[in-house]
């Protein structure tokens, strides 16, 4: 009887804990940077299914909710990466073709990718995760949420709009020099220059236009009663065919003001939108060409002359072009999440040059990446109804000794500093307990295999 | 004196039989038709055991079986005591009997040497190139019945394979073979029993597609193909007048015909992808690899749509020749660890498996692989039935392969003690009701090595 009545008790205990940790929490005691209308303030969050339902000095907390006292500590929204390329299987580039809009990021989501998991140490709860750069229309792409240890599925940012990687410059047009990464022996692929990259982009939207005047016709006749046969179903128009319907963004790598301005051309003559220029090191000299297009900027914060065409990069790029009204987000480009982990220094060192102010230097790794991702009304700021992705740092979190305590996405905790380290020592004792078992398990001499 | 007119009645017969069959085809060894193997232990997999019992096989197939089968007048019989017959194993995915070039890269990871062992095809630049693709590529048009594979095979008790070209994306069309036999037409039972797809990437620099990401959308562009191909041939197979004929397209032609297809997954999270890819294209799926077979995360994606899979038997193990002293990853290692109790996990999930050779093919290397399983918890008859009925279930031939039920097909393997254990041997296979006798092992071919010394 005893112990069913404990086993009762341990169960009740189960439920409440992990009911409610999901779904009512409350953060008090924290200086809190909302990058939202309230700016920063002191006081608490209050979360609910997931979401922010309250914001401000005095909170009331609910029976039952989990507290997290933060008193001394700082709070800001999720950070956003707007351009990443961790959480790939296989190569992030289909290189093979000047056009390979028929690939998918999203269909190669690896959610064991450890990139992952430091991104979310450093505070990262959302990332745009693009095609490589290697040719002029590259694969397409798709926004994450940091959700460590869910499947590919479930780190999927519902709701976010996918996007296509465009690039331009040196990148597109070096890969089919067998000097300059071909193998040696295959044949050249066009372009080898800046003006074949604007000709295939050129060519693949005239391809893409026949395309969509095709199933035009089909949809239409389909909807008038008839039954005709479709057209072939092709992947690589399909995402262009996209991308003139507004159902798809163009993010397009860039370095230069002239190319810069050739794909807005390009793009005004298709009839479609450049969302964001990504690196656009000289979009200082373009940042009123650009803003009047409406696209972000998503650049690096104070890298230059890396190679030949970043040579009139500057670290005030990011402030200037915020200064001509372009939306400006700072991004790590990282392969193994490495930058990704320390983006809130990232925009500290918009504050450094340019004298963007504390809450703005913020905003370009939260709520403008937000905005060019279009997933503003969702995340991005701690304002009421949004996602509850936040993060809690021990310092102020633009200061280069900040440490990320704890992360929360959709109000679930998804790291936690004080778990994580005192979790090691475990995991260390299970790998050498697995590393002697192999020892001991494997024959002397690995018996019974002959040398073939 | 009844008894010496029988047996001469029964000697006519077997000469009689003889000469029919020889004359029949030349090279077949001659033999009776009929074979009794009596006060055996029959572990029919369909059903219980049979502690003793008797199996009669006659043309082929499996006559009668049972505890009280009375042994035809013109059997040849075989004195099971202290025996044990099982269904024939089947190697659910193999590479036996292809020649090397469509063989290459059987571990559906893509393996190097498949691109050198591949016959050069020009630099593709898009799907409508069909790379690496020899979807129309029956199994069965190209088995060599000479290959020395398949005694080693016979010798740990396997008599079918269901074996594929597997060079490049879309490798061709298995087909399920008896592994005896003199000529292609006696061996290949169906010669068409799937498509197997390779995530085969390549590296930068080469034709479309190199990325992994390229080689899913190719194989998805393939199959929007084939529809669109489907519809227009239909059309024109209704009134061609007026209508362009459409192109006659051998690469979609190849995956109309295959009735399923195979999909590589090693991973929980390829488990996740490959499920949901085969959904998409609306093919019966099959999953090969399961190396994280025994992740949760990996058995509850399998669920979903019920997708049977096919575990590899080469389980994973620490290269021999790296560095010592670097240190794997708790990841790595935990895989390597727990890949054998694959099997056992997927039985407790009710997933269906059967196993597959990839690349062993070596006798008592085969039998050992096997024994491992069960030493991580699967338990004997559930090593059995993967490897024969379920293997059978999952291709579709469970009515005529996989257990010892009468008028199946007459394969069996005939063990001197528990099948899978070390001191067990491997008496007699009988293939088509054909009995093979396993070569004695080459000395020092790990005859001497076969015990575990702990």
């Known amino acids: ?452 | 004196m009844w008894n010496l007119y029988n047996k001469r009645i029964r000697m006519m017969k077997n000469v009689l039989t003889a000469l029919l069959l020889f004359s029949a085809c030349a090279l077949a060894q001659p033999g009776p038709t009929s074979v009794a193997i009596r006060n055996v232990k029959i572990v029919t997999v369909s059903g219980p055991a049979i502690e003793k019992g008797t199996v009669v096989l006659r043309d082929g197939l499996i006559e009668a079986v049972g505890p009280s089968v009375t042994v035809p007048a013109d059997a040849m019989v075989i004195e099971g005591e202290g025996l044990t017959v099982y269904p024939g194993l089947i190697d659910a995915l193999s590479t036996w009997g292809m020649p090397a070039t469509a063989a290459a890269a059987a571990n559906g990871r893509g393996g190097r040497g498949a691109a050198a062992a591949a016959p050069a095809e020009p630099r593709a630049w898009g799907p409508e190139d069909r790379p690496q693709t020899t979807s129309w590529i029956k199994a069965a048009d190209v088995v060599q019945p000479n290959d020395r594979r398949f005694e080693a095979a016979r010798s740990a008790g396997f008599t079918t394979a269901v074996v594929f070209p597997t060079a490049g994306i879309f490798g061709g069309q298995g087909s399920i073979i008896n592994l005896a036999g003199d000529k292609e037409s006696n061996m290949v039972l169906v010669p068409s029993a799937g498509q197997y797809i390779a995530m085969h990437t390549s590296p930068f620099g080469a034709g479309f597609p190199s990325a992994l990401m390229g080689v899913i959308s190719y194989v998805r562009q393939i199959y929007l193909d084939a529809d669109h191909y489907q519809a227009l041939k239909a059309a024109y197979a209704r009134d061609p007048r007026g209508m362009k004929r459409p192109e006659y397209d051998r690469a979609l032609e190849g995956v109309i015909e295959s009735k399923r297809i195979l999909l590589p997954a090693n991973r929980w999270t390829e488990v996740e992808r490959m499920v949901r890819f085969g959904a998409e294209l609306k093919q019966p799926t099959i999953l090969y690899g399961m190396r994280q077979g025994f992740d949760p995360r990996a058995l509850d994606h399998l669920k979903v749509k019920n997708t049977p899979v096919l575990v590899s038997l080469k389980w994973p193990e620490a290269a021999r020749d790296t560095n010592p002293d670097e240190v794997e990853t708790l990841r790595v290692l935990e895989d390597r660890a727990k890949a054998p109790t694959a099997p056992a996990a997927l039985k407790q999930a009710g997933v269906a498996f059967a196993f597959y050779s990839d690349g062993i093919d070596q006798t008592r290397e085969l039998e050992r692989a096997v024994k491992k399983a069960i030493d991580n918890g699967l338990s004997r008859d559930q090593a059995v039935r993967a490897l024969t009925l379920s293997a059978a279930e999952i291709y579709g031939v469970a009515d005529r392969l996989g257990s010892i039920e009468k008028g199946k097909i007459a394969n069996l393997v005939v063990t001197r003690g528990e099948i899978f254990e070390d001191r067990t041997k491997v008496e007699m296979v009988f293939i088509d009701g054909v009995k093979h006798t396993p070569a004695p092992e080459p000395a020092g071919r790990g005859g001497a090595t076969t015990e575990n010394r702990k």
């Not at chain 1, 009762?8 to 439920?15: D, K, P, R, S, Y």
């Not at chain 1, 907390?61 to 800001?76: K, L, N, S």
């Not at chain 1, 936690?416 to 001991?440: H, I, Y």
């Open chain 1, 1 to 452: 009887m005893k112990k069913i009545v404990l086993a009762g008790i341990m169960a009740l205990a189960f439920f409440a804990h992990g009911s409610l940790r999901a779904e009512v929490t409350v953060i008090k005691n924290a200086t809190i940077m909302t990058e939202g209308a309230k700016g920063t303030v002191k006081g608490s969050i209050l979360v609910r299914d997931g979401k922010i339902a309250e914001v401000g000095e005095n909170v009331m907390v609910p029976e039952g909710a989990t507290v997290i006292d933060a008193g001394g500590q700082w709070v800001i929204p999720g950070i956003i990466d707007c351009h990443v390329h961790i959480a790939v299987d296989g190569n992030m580039n289909e290189g093979s073709v000047s056009v390979s809009s028929m690939v998918n990021i999203k269909d190669v989501i690896n959610p064991e990718d450890i990139a992952i998991y430091l991104a979310l140490a450093g505070g990262v709860t959302a990332a745009n995760v693009l095609h490589g750069s290697a040719n002029s229309i590259g694969g397409q792409t798709i926004v994450l949420k940091m959700r460590w240890g869910k499947d590919a599925d479930g780190m999927i940012f519902e709701g976010a709009k996918p996007g296509l990687k465009f690039a331009l410059g040196e990148n597109p047009k070096r890969a089919g020099n067998p000097q300059a990464g071909g193998a040696p022996g295959t044949p050249l692929r066009y372009p080898s220059t800046r003006m074949g990259v604007e000709d295939t982009i050129r060519e693949a939207f005239n391809e893409a236009i026949v395309y969509k005047a095709e199933w035009d016709k089909y949809d239409a006749a389909v909807k008038g009663g008839q039954h005709p046969i479709s057209p072939r179903k092709d992947l690589k128009l399909e995402a262009l065919k996209e991308v003139l319907e507004g159902k798809r963004y163009v993010h397009a790598h860039c370095y230069r003001a002239d190319e810069i301005l050739m794909l807005i051309r390009v793009a005004d003559d298709y009839g479609f939108k450049i969302r964001t220029f990504q690196h656009v090191m000289e979009g200082y000299k373009v940042a009123k060409e650009i803003a009047a297009h409406g696209a972000g900027a998503s650049t690096f914060s104070d890298w230059f002359g890396f190679k030949m065409e970043v040579f009139d990069a500057t670290p005030y790029n990011a402030a200037i072009m915020q200064k001509k009204g372009v939306v400006v987000s700072l991004n790590s480009d990282s392969e193994n999440g490495e930058l990704t982990s320390r983006l809130n220094t990232e925009a500290a060192k918009a504050m450094k040059y340019g004298g963007i102010s504390r809450e703005d230097a913020l905003a370009m790794v939260t709520i403008n990446p937000a905005k060019q991702l279009g997933v503003e009304n969702r995340v991005g700021s701690i304002e009421v109804g949004k996602d509850a992705d936040i993060v809690i740092y021990d310092k102020d979190p633009l200061s280069e000794f900040a440490k990320v305590q704890k992360v929360l996405i959709d109000g679930n905790k998804y790291f936690d500093r004080d778990q994580d380290v005192s979790g090691r020592a475990a995991k260390e004792a299970e790998k050498q307990k697995l590393m002697e078992r192999e020892k001991q398990d494997a024959p002397q001499g690995r018996g019974g295999r002959s040398p073939q």
